[in-house]
């Protein structure tokens, strides 16, 4: 019976951080997608894209935690577009090679929240 308990634990251990992966590999790809038909939004590389979707990821779990609101553009309506703005504004100054005005960041929340609508699974910025 331990055994079984053990091992239930251990595969809730690895679901959860094939969870997390996945959904860092489609903040990734959504931002990525986001940040090429958003004029004014520019992601340099590869890596600037990568600790992008990190930080997005980062925030949004700790506004979540703390408000009991995803910041997802379509999440919460009007509330959780402007979460979503501003998160994507604010990630700027954590990410080298990551840039955005305040109106690619609005344009860039309602991109985001379109392509985040049409992929699987329950990625939320």
Avoid: C, H
């Amino acid at each position: 019976m331990a055994n079984n308990n053990q091992n239930a634990q251990t595969q809730n251990g690895t679901s959860t951080v094939w969870q997390i992966v996945g959904r860092l590999i489609t903040a990734a790809i959504v931002l990525a997608i986001t940040a090429f038909f958003t004029p004014g939004f520019e992601i340099s590389n590869f890596w600037s894209l990568a600790v992008a979707a990190v930080v997005l990821t980062i925030i949004d779990y700790l506004v979540s935690k703390f408000t009991g609101i995803q910041a997802s553009p379509f999440g919460k309506g009007f509330v959780g577009f402007v979460l979503s703005v501003i998160v994507l504004y604010v990630t700027q100054y954590f990410v080298a090679g990551y840039s955005i005005s305040w109106m690619s960041a609005i344009i860039g929340a309602v991109i985001y929240g379109i392509v985040d609508y049409f992929l699987p699974g329950e990625q939320q910025m």
